[in-house]
């Protein structure tokens, strides 16, 4: 059974940094595209960033030269790099991710969620 771990997330100040990791675990033969979506009280969730197989990266507007998606193919791993942070950053993250399991069929699956809050 495919799974999708996210860690990282926790309490920052305005202006620092914190590191989303997105593990792929479980009979997986590759990762397709991945993104990074967020929902915060109130509001509809969002893409924030994604990633396509060849490692093209595109981001929303409001986070664009301050975050960074990354992957680690041997790793299964997709990350998320989240510099000068602002308390309307404040959300729950999510990563989704086109799987291609040990069958080599594409399934499309969402971690739990990990929340990041910007704080002083």
């Known amino acids: 059974q495919v799974q999708l771990v996210e860690s990282g997330g926790g309490l920052v100040q305005p202006g620092g940094s914190l590191r989303l990791s997105c593990a792929a675990s479980?009979?997986?033969?590759?990762?397709?595209?991945a993104g990074w979506y967020r929902q915060a009280p109130g509001k509809q969730r969002e893409l924030v960033a994604a990633?396509?197989?060849?490692?093209?990266?595109d981001y929303a507007d409001s986070v664009k030269g301050r975050f960074t998606i990354s992957r680690d193919n041997a790793k299964n791993t997709v990350y998320l790099q989240m510099n000068s942070l602002k308390p309307e950053d404040t959300a729950v993250y999510y990563c989704?991710?086109?799987?291609?399991?040990?069958?080599?069929?594409?399934?499309?699956?969402w971690g739990q969620g990990t929340q990041v809050t910007v704080s002083s």
């Open positions: 990633i396509t197989s060849g490692g093209a990266t």
């Open positions: 989704n991710a086109g799987v291609v399991d040990n069958t080599y069929y594409v399934n499309d699956y």
């Open positions: 479980g009979s997986i033969f590759s990762i397709n595209a």
